[in-house]
């Protein structure tokens, strides 16, 4: 009875052992299939804008070693408006700059250094307080004053008080230092086109063309026309401004940028007020250059 018993027991054993092998054999080869062919996932893209984009200011490090404030693209689109022409428009709200436009758009380029103001301090001599991409091409006297279009600034950096060496560059740093940096050409192609009408005959036209990257260079090209009356006294104001710029990256170690701006800018300027005018504006408020070709103050003498 025992002995019979044993080989019942053996032969369940060998046959547990058939089933087992082609079972493995089977797992085996599904395993090999698997990693033969692994499973893709699409990518997942997700759209919107950085924390950045949606600022009207970059945050301020109070340990960097310097007092930039800088504004974002939001900024210069909003406060920019409805002229384009004029920076001081953008920072006027900043703690410490006092600036008063000439007229309401701040287009006219008269007083454009004489109403600024920062920590109190007047800009004076043969100097600027604004710089493009720290080079200071904007003199005072002298025109550059409204060499490029707001659409074509990415952001403004403000300096005030003490200046980094890099962002110096100058005859004066005697009230600090305004910064542009120039909006790059985009990666991918588009077009940029407004037209604005308003009081005083105000008509602007803007158009900027990007042609994308190709073969690792991109480029823009815009231009501009901005017209209006005076908001007082006779005189208009005309100005046109083509700008055209590259980039190219052909490596990793090398990046070069090439940028050209033409501006004309006519325009009649208004009557400064002496000091006693002011002390009673109610009166003076509307006085301005007058319409006598005999007279020294002669409108399209000014």
């Known amino acids: ?17 058939l089933i087992l092998e082609p079972l493995t054999a089977t797992m085996a080869a599904e395993s090999q299939d698997n990693q033969a ?7 997942v893209i997700v759209y919107g804008t950085t924390a950045e984009e949606r600022q009207f200011l970059t945050p301020l490090d109070l340990l960097a070693p310097t007092n930039r404030q800088s504004f974002t693209r939001k900024s210069v ?39 600024l103001r920062i920590r109190g301090k007047k800009q004076t001599g043969p100097g600027s307080a604004k710089s493009y991409e720290g080079v200071p091409i904007s003199g005072n006297p002298g025109g550059g004053k409204t060499i490029f279009d707001l659409e074509n600034i990415e952001s403004v950096d403000v300096y005030k008080g003490y200046i980094p060496v890099d ?19 985009t990666t991918e192609s588009g077009a940029e086109i407004s037209q604005t ?14 042609s994308g990257v190709i073969d690792n ?24 401004n083509g700008a055209f710029g590259i980039t190219a990256n052909p490596n990793d170690r090398l990046k070069t940028e090439f940028f050209v701006s033409h501006n004309r800018d006519d325009h ?19 006085k301005d250059f007058n319409s006598n070709p005999a007279s020294a103050n002669y409108y399209d003498y000014n």
Request: aromatic share 12%.
């Open 77 to 115: 689109e909003t406060f920019g408006r409805p002229g384009n022409i004029n920076v001081f428009k953008i920072i006027e709200f900043s703690p410490s700059v006092n600036y008063t436009a000439v007229d309401a758009l701040g287009t006219n380029e008269n007083g454009f250094h004489d109403s």
């Open 217 to 240: 260079a991109a480029a823009f090209a815009s231009f501009s026309n901005t017209v209006s009356d005076k908001n007082k006294g006779e005189g208009d104001l005309e100005r046109t």
């Open 37 to 43: 062919a692994p499973l893709k996932l699409e990518p």
């Open 268 to 286: 009649h300027n208004y009557y400064n007020l002496t000091y006693s005018e002011t002390r009673n504006l109610g009166l003076n408020f509307n």
């Open 167 to 185: 962002k110096s560059l100058g005859f004066s740093n005697l009230i600090g230092k305004i910064d542009l940096h120039i909006k790059r050409p």
């Open 197 to 210: 009408a308003g009081s005083d005959n105000f008509y602007r036209t803007f158009l900027r063309l990007d």
């Open 1 to 17: 009875m025992n002995s019979s018993r044993m080989k019942w027991i053996g032969l369940g054993c060998i046959s547990a052992a």
